[in-house]
């Protein structure tokens, strides 16, 4: 069984930075592709960025130059370093793990940024 665990989250000032883990547990034999989404209220979730089980990465147009996705594939953690953050990324902050083409998400974590 796939389990997918977030932390991280939290209240920072605008400008200042966050880094969230997103730790998978339930994974053999394949390295998955890993993501992070938000959602904030009243919208809907968006992918913030996507890497893939060779490092690839790729960012939403919003938080390209802030934020940095990583992994670490001994550990099956993945990582998004947020910096310069800005109000309108508060949000509900979802780790994503396609597993042997199924989706498992996490229970989210709330960052929050205040103005």
């Known amino acids: 069984q796939v389990r997918v665990v977030e932390s991280g989250g939290g209240l920072v000032q605008a400008g200042g930075s966050l880094r969230l883990v997103c730790a998978a547990s339930?994974?053999?034999?394949?390295?998955?592709?890993m993501a992070w989404y938000r959602q904030a209220p009243g919208k809907q979730r968006e992918v913030v960025a996507h890497?893939?089980?060779?490092?690839?990465?790729n960012y939403a147009n919003s938080v390209k130059g802030r934020f940095t996705i990583s992994r670490d594939n001994a550990e099956d953690t993945a990582y998004l370093q947020m910096n310069t953050l800005k109000p309108e990324d508060t949000a509900v902050y979802y780790c994503?793990?396609?597993?042997?083409?199924?989706?498992?998400w996490g229970q989210g974590t709330q960052v929050t940024v205040s103005s």
């Open positions: 994503l793990v396609n597993y042997f083409q199924r989706d498992y």
């Open positions: 890497i893939d089980s060779d490092g690839r990465t």
């Open positions: 339930g994974i053999f034999f394949h390295v998955p592709d």
